[in-house]
């Protein structure tokens, strides 16, 4: 269920699908240091939670071949720069940090500094193998969960650019579809940069699962119309209680679902969950620069002047959502409790 690699490691350099040139450019970068990689990452050439870990740790493996030191001492120092400077591209998703913590128990080890720079690729190539395999179980299980005849709107993009593997929500979309279920897919646009538009169209375009794209405004028309059975959502940190922070307006359209009966499904890997965090208040949330509200692909849609505001992110109250879509299984109440068991 792969057909896109937007990552790969390449020995002393990664290799990078630039997400912001989809769709009319399929491009790839090639880059062979760690700064390179965390702008990247902060300009979404890279993202999704997922595959923003699986690219954070191979600029730390990337930074670590940089640097020129038998002394152990001097090369964490060094390399607890480099981690700084890749933990501060993204605060909101909780995979970028749950590689770093991985990446810095790599450079923990009681070996000489080319042993440590061994240890980290070694730990970067299994950061990304496990989540491409979290996201094969999962789908699988959100398969399992939803029937024939699903009509799914899903928002943002939650595929094989977001996750490295198959996908989250877009994962299970492709499941379905493998396996002959009939679905109908609404693909929201997904404001303001518009990667439902660009990057989950695009996507399902390749995949042959026929779709019809709506504006973001037209969900609660079509919820009301019965025209979805089921929302089906990724997302980028879940505290421990099960609130859930995903692309903005992922939180609308979990307030829609339940006006209208509508099951709320999150999809994402363990590796999302943050129990270090009570509730959704305690979620950093980015604000992102207001030109991407106020231009489309660098052309002004605005009054000159115009002030915008972009959190890119909102966070969705865990009673808004029916269930949670892992690769240990399918989640549901009480989340406290059976969250903090799937991480165990």
């Known amino acids: 269920m792969i057909d896109i690699q937007p990552i790969e490691w390449l020995g002393n350099r990664v290799k990078l699908l630039d997400q912001t040139r989809l769709p009319q450019e399929e491009v790839y970068l090639e880059l062979s240091d760690y700064q390179a990689v965390a702008s990247a990452i902060r300009e979404l050439k890279i993202r999704g939670a997922p595959a923003i ?31 700084r400077t890749i933990a501060a591209t993204r605060p909101t998703a909780r995979n970028l940090f749950m590689a770093i913590e991985q990446m810095e128990q790599a450079a923990s080890l009681d070996e000489n500094t080319e042993q440590l720079k ?25 398969a399992e969960l939803l029937k024939d005849n699903a009509t ?23 499941q ?29 375009s390749r995949a042959n699962i026929p779709f019809k794209l709506i504006t973001d405004s037209m969900a609660g028309y079509f919820m009301s119309q ?44 363990v590796s999302t969950i943050d129990l270090a965090l009570s509730s959704g208040k305690e979620i950093p949330i980015e604000e992102r620069n207001p030109a991407e509200v106020t231009h ?49």
């Open 296 to 344: 489309l692909q660098g052309i002004s849609i605005a009054p000159e002047g115009t002030l915008a505001l972009n959190p890119a992110f909102d966070v969705t109250p865990h009673h808004y959502i029916t269930a949670f879509i892992t690769e240990k299984g399918i989640i549901k109440e009480p989340y406290i409790e059976r969250l903090k068991k799937i991480t165990g």
């Open 176 to 204: 379905l579809a493998q396996q002959n279920k009939k679905i109908t897919v609404l693909v929201d646009e997904t404001r303001p940069l518009l990667q439902g538009t660009r990057l989950t169209a695009w996507e399902l």
């Open 53 to 83: 870990g699986v690219a954070a740790a191979y600029g730390i493996a990337l930074g670590a071949l940089e640097i020129r030191t038998s002394d152990r001492e001097a090369f964490r120092r060094r390399l607890n720069e480099i981690i």
């Open 226 to 269: 019965g025209r979805v059975n089921s929302v089906i959502v990724g997302a980028d940190r879940i505290a421990a209680n099960g609130d859930t922070a995903n692309k903005i307006g992922t939180y609308t359209l979990s307030v829609l679902a339940m006006e209208n009966g509508i099951p709320f499904y999150v999809a994402a890997p």
């Open 118 to 142: 061994g240890a980290l690729i070694y730990q970067a190539i299994n950061i990304h193998s496990t989540e491409i395999e979290a996201t094969r179980r999962l789908a699988e299980f959100g």
């Open 152 to 174: 799914i709107l899903t928002h943002c993009n939650t595929g094989s650019l977001a996750t490295t593997g198959s996908g989250t929500a877009l994962g299970v979309i492709k």
